[in-house]
């Protein structure tokens, strides 16, 4: 047991709080001891009451006292709806002591990604993706931290942060190991649920326990409260009966205590029955009723400082309560008094003349909860008039307007749907959505209805596609959307109904708008859409004569706008995927560009027409060995994500892709890498997404070309890369890569049987490019010597379908196989036939297995030695290990 304090000067809030104490201590000692010490995290949890404010105020003196700099803040039980609020305090005092340059100096290019959330830059003209905002938070946290070391950063009641400082600290905790700081947070325990509770126990991982529990007093530690503040003449029965009656809670004891004292209650055994009916005097009911005994201004003052929740003024107060300023200070003169109201603690951030804050959490909750509940919302309207008057704008008066009564005002909802806009501006959809849900019930015009709904179609798209489908078909039944607007819903709606993995739907949706409009520009960009979902989707939903008609249409394109440009770019991007000739997809998405780049609207960053066409174009350029313009268009979209800030699902597609161009390329340990950060990344959108199995399947493969086979399996196993497949086209074919990985660790009946399902699947699409599905060659070397007759025919079938692709690389990988099924001089032949076609071919990893295949055919040291160098130079660690194995038995070799 703690050990109970007895002397009279110690703290009242922290008795028996010995242990949690030392801890801080301890970790504060290990901060200034050494810069290069790794990040702490302390969290203690307790009910309302237990002295978690009190503790952090003990951790601010000790910090203190050691020279550490300390930033704090606190959440709000009225201020969860505020994005970034927690955060933005806790920035504060490094925020107001730099001038702008020197703020946009620390941060550097995150300053127009983190800046708007922290109130510090004006919001761009796109959407801000939260991720984005996330991490740019994290690292202005981190670099401001080396900056101010000693730093201690301090959040109290964090069970009632926003959500969006939630995410931040959940990811700043786990990116302290080498940042030399102290993070102490309170919570209450069950207070929160979902997404919240997850960032919480995140925060409490990384403290490597679950959160220090603060219990209540004991009965000794209530008595030696009790004569600590009444005197060591207060008998037994009395202390006993203060426990009894408080729970030991500490916040409780001490305002009974202070009641005690008021009231003159003599401690001891005749005067402990008393003690009840003052205690109810000091919490709910009874507090409310004292509230109302110091006068009816005083107590629509305390309304109106519980509608603010923060920054309370009495000029503020004064203003919502509408009374005179001179009624305002006695009021907050009688409120204080009471220990109903304070100002603000100056330790914590600057403090002004009239500011004011809650005693204590219980009481702003319990004055809050006595106000008359349609008063309450006529407040709650005022409050936001008085934001908007103060120049404050609509985002930070919407928590008040979310408050407000439905009454079809117009006003009401333009203001939601403005402050919805800022929300999303800095990277906060949740409080979009709350805005715009609001603004439905207001509710809106029926000309303004659909136009909500759509906007709150377009915030849930990426979070709760669900969602999206409901909204955006009711707003397509009404009266509203016209036009563009119309089209642009459609196309949403079948954006989510593939997220929702709905993709047959959403080929109907598209195709049954498409059918509305008369030949233009609408109609052509409805049909695009639809033989883009078509065209990306792994089933079977693909409509007749598909392919058929998407070649005719394209064929009367020219590239005269940007439907015709996506008709252009999906048509190469089919041709390549069926193996059509190379030389004539290259020209289609050639047709596609302007000026040899993409065109306005169709950029990586552009919404219209998303990220999947300029993939399509640019990965039909990749199999097509155009790997200068494929890479080209894959950097420009990982430049294009991280100027813009986007770090969620785009930028992890980003760097699969340019994974996939630098092991096109033959640069394996390049590849390696930007795949490991698209996986890094993906992990954080989740796993199962199309995206996630591109980084997924990028990452094995390009392992299994370095030889690294155990590495491989162990990526394939941690991350699921094994049946069911996705529903969307994964390139390479993720099952001809898994029949290889098999194949490879030596399970080759598993993988003989993954590469028939990838033979069949590639037939059923129609899909015959043997260098995005290489399932034929690999199949035929496994059954070389089961089956020899079967194995010939797919190595035949191979090179003939290469010789229609056309392309180098696809026909020196089917010369390979044919080599490896014969003997003799045809085999040598074969061999140098696809050295031939693969030293002219971009793909380097390629051709240096050529080279040594040749090398072995040949019995050539000279041609190992070049293979050797190739599998070097590539990162093909096995290759070239084989290459050495075989020059170091150089007797069978000429």
């Known amino acids: 047991m703690t050990e109970v304090r007895r002397t009279a000067a110690a703290s009242a809030s922290l008795w028996e709080r010995d242990e949690e104490v030392a801890a801080v201590e301890e970790a504060v000692g290990i901060l200034c001891a050494d810069r290069s010490s790794s990040g702490s995290v302390l969290v203690f949890r307790g009910e309302a009451g237990l002295g978690k404010t009190a503790l952090l105020a003990e951790a601010r003196r000790i910090a203190e006292a050691r020279g550490c700099t300390v930033w704090s803040a606190r959440g709000g039980e009225t201020l969860k709806s505020v994005p970034f609020n927690v955060v933005r305090q806790l920035l504060q005092p490094a925020l107001v002591s ?24 004006e919001p761009g003209e796109r959407q801000a993706d939260p991720q984005a905002v996330c991490d740019g938070l994290v690292v202005a946290v981190r670099r401001l931290a080396r900056r101010d070391w000693p730093l201690v950063l301090l959040i109290d009641d964090a069970h009632w942060a926003d959500q969006e400082t939630l995410r931040w600290l959940a990811a700043f905790a786990e990116r302290m190991d080498d940042l030399s700081v102290l993070l102490v947070v309170t919570r209450r325990p069950g207070e929160v649920a979902g997404e919240s509770a997850r960032h919480l126990d995140t925060v409490s991982a990384v403290s490597g326990r679950p959160g220090a529990a603060l219990n209540a007093l004991t009965p000794e530690g209530t008595a030696g409260l009790t004569r600590a503040t009444l005197g060591e003449y207060a008998d037994a029965a009395f202390c006993r009966e203060v426990w009894a009656v408080t729970g030991g809670n500490p916040y409780e004891t001490v305002e009974l205590l202070a009641k005690v004292q008021d009231s003159e209650l003599q401690p001891t055994e005749a005067q402990a029955g008393e003690l009840r009916a003052l205690n109810r005097s000091a919490r709910g009911g009874g507090l409310v009723a004292r509230l109302e005994q110091l006068g009816i201004d005083a107590t629509r003052f305390a309304w109106a400082a519980a509608i603010l929740g923060s920054d309370i003024t009495v000029d503020l107060a004064a203003r919502l ?33 009239g500011d004011l804050e809650f005693v204590h959490p219980l009481i702003a909750t319990a004055v809050l909860k006595s106000i008359p509940g349609a008063l309450r919302t006529a407040m709650h309207g005022i409050a936001a008039q008085l934001v908007l008057d103060t120049g404050r704008g609509v985002a930070a008066a919407s928590r008040h307007l979310l408050e407000v009564h439905p009454d079809d005002d117009e006003e009401v909802v333009e203001q939601l749907r403005e402050a919805a806009r800022e929300h999303l501006a800095v990277g906060a959809p949740d409080a979009a959505l709350r805005c715009l849900e609001r603004a439905l019930a207001e509710p809106p015009r029926p000309d303004v209805h659909a136009r909500v709904l759509y906007e709150l179609g377009c915030a849930t798209l990426l979070t709760a596609p669900a969602k999206t489908i409901g909204h955006l078909r009711t707003a397509l039944g009404m009266p509203g959307l016209d036009g563009e607007a119309r089209v642009d819903a459609v196309v949403r709606l079948s954006q989510a109904l593939l997220h929702n993995n709905q993709v047959e739907e959403a080929v109907r949706t598209v195709e049954a708008e498409a059918a509305r409009h008369e030949p233009g520009p609408a109609r052509m960009r409805l049909q695009a859409v639809q033989f883009m979902w078509e065209g990306i989707h792994a089933g079977k939903v693909t409509s ?49 560009l302007v000026n040899g780049r993409l065109a306005p609207g169709i950029g990586w960053t552009d919404t219209e027409w998303g990220i999947e066409l300029p993939l399509m174009l640019a990965t039909a350029y990749a199999y097509t060995d155009r790997l200068d313009r494929a890479e080209s268009l894959y950097n420009e979209a990982l430049r294009a994500y991280e100027s813009a800030g986007w770090s969620g699902g785009h930028l992890a597609l980003a760097y699969a892709y340019v994974g996939l161009g630098h092991r096109r390329r033959g640069r394996l340990r390049e590849a390696e890498e930007a795949l490991r950060e698209s996986l890094r990344l993906a992990e954080r959108v989740g796993r199962g997404l199309p995206l996630y199995w591109s980084a997924t399947c990028n990452l094995v493969d390009t392992l299994l070309a370095r030889g690294h086979v155990e590495e491989a399996w162990d990526i394939a196993e941690r991350h699921g890369f094994a049946p069911p497949y996705p529903a969307t086209i994964v390139m390479p074919d993720p099952r001809s890569v898994r029949g ?113 295949e040749y090398g072995i055919a040949a019995r050539s040291t000279a041609e190992l030695e070049r293979g050797l160098a190739l599998a070097r130079s590539c990162g093909a660690d096995g290759l070239a290990a084989r290459a050495e194995e075989l020059l170091a038995a150089g007797a069978a070799l000429r």
């Open 544 to 592: 007749p004569g598909r392919s058929e008609r998407l070649a005719e249409l394209a064929a009367t394109c020219v590239g005269r706008d940007n439907s015709e440009r996506a008709l252009l770019m999906l048509r190469g991007f089919d041709a390549m995927t069926h193996g059509e000739n190379a030389e004539e997809v290259a020209e289609l998405c050639d047709r596609a």
């Open 321 to 353: 309560a509408t009374m005179s300023r001179s009624d305002a200070v006695r009021c907050a003169e009688l409120l204080s008094d009471a220990r109903i109201l304070t100002a603000p603690d100056p330790a914590s951030g600057p403090v002004d003349d």
């Open 740 to 852: 290889r990985l098999l194949l490879a660790t030596g399970r080759t009946e598993e993988g003989v049987n993954e590469l028939e399902a990838a033979g069949k699947a590639a037939a059923s699409r129609g899909h015959h490019n043997p260098v995005l599905t290489p399932w034929a060659v690999d199949l035929a070397r496994a059954l070389a010597a089961e089956d020899p007759a079967r194995a010939a025919r797919l190595a035949a079938d191979a090179r003939r379908q290469a010789e229609r692709f056309g392309t180098d690389t696809a026909i020196g990988e089917a010369l390979r196989c044919a080599a490896a099924l014969e003997t003799g001089r045809r085999a040598v032949r074969l061999a140098e036939q696809a050295v031939a076609r693969l030293e002219a071919s971009p793909c380097q990893y390629e051709h240096a297995v050529a080279r040594v």
């Open 98 to 121: 730099m001038l702008p340059e020197e703020a946009r100096e620390y941060l550097a290019d995150w300053y127009d990604i983190a800046g708007p959330a922290l109130g510090i830059a």
